[in-house]
């Protein structure tokens, strides 16, 4: 267990990569807080937490509300004494090409994705800098690097999580607080279930290894920023993509 007693919090928990994340940190021996706005998602969540023998907190806290994150972190600072791990992995789409794509779809998305992960950054780095210790992982996505038709708000979105990555890294490093992003590229989920067939056809196409990624193979790479063993990496982009970029 390389993860023994740590306390993690993972925003978007309930479903998908988050899910999955959070389970891998539990069975690592990490206690778990979720935060997410899928209530019935956060219940099966919390009894496989529960199973799995570890302390699970659930909050159904909109990431995009500076007072509810507070109030998040303060609640659980109450119960759990400390925060080890923050995954900042909530994350919406709202596609339209730039000419169609209404005001909201970009405030929305922009406010889920980047002021979203200001938000819990900023929260939990007040802790983390008391504690002298953390590590901060959030989850960006190949298309904040190489953009994509019906994607601008989307992808402006992971692309700020690059730039606050990269300076928050460099504030928080003498500190002892580790801040990196992952992107990844096709991985399969909800949120990813409703793109048409031909189109997933032709990004398979694109993929060198020939397959989707899966949320386990996120989860892996998360469990291993979040521990000791990746203590001299900060600041960095990871790609997780099959090859495709
Ligand atoms: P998903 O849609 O299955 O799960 C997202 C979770 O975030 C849901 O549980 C949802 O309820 C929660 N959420 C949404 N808005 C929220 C808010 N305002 N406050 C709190 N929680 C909120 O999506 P998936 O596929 O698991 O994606 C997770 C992250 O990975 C997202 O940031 C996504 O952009 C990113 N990503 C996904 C890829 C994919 O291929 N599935 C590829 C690259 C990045």
């Not at 979105?157 to 607080?177: M, N």
């Amino acid at each position: 267990m390389i993860l023994k007693d740590k306390v993690a919090i993972v925003t978007g928990g309930a479903r998908g990569i988050g899910r999955e994340i959070a389970l891998t940190l539990a069975r690592e021996g990490s206690d778990l807080v979720i935060v997410d706005v899928d209530n019935q998602a956060l219940t099966k969540i919390e009894e496989e937490i529960k199973e799995l023998g570890r302390q699970i907190l659930v909050f159904s806290v909109d990431v995009t509300a500076l007072s509810q994150v507070e109030e998040m972190v303060n609640k659980t600072l109450d119960k759990l004494k400390k925060i080890d791990i923050l995954i900042n992995n909530a994350g919406i789409t709202r596609d339209a090409l730039l000419i169609r794509m209404k005001e909201e779809d970009w405030d929305k998305v922009l406010a889920v994705n980047l002021k979203g992960v200001f938000n819990c950054t900023k929260a939990v780095s007040k802790v983390m800098m008391k504690q002298r210790s953390g590590k901060i992982v959030s989850i960006s996505s190949i298309i904040g690097l190489i953009g994509n038709v019906g994607q601008a708000n989307y992808a402006a979105s992971k692309a700020g999580i690059i730039g606050l990555t990269k300076s928050v890294a460099k504030e928080l490093a003498p500190r002892g607080i580790n801040v990196n992003a992952i992107a990844p590229g096709f991985i399969q989920t909800e949120m990813t279930a409703s793109i048409p067939e031909n189109i997933k056809a032709k990004m398979l196409e694109r993929i060198p290894l020939g397959k989707f990624g899966q949320p386990q193979d996120v989860a892996n790479l998360v469990m291993f920023l979040a521990s000791e063993k990746a203590s001299y990496i900060t600041g960095q982009v990871i790609t997780i993509d099959g090859g495709m970029v």
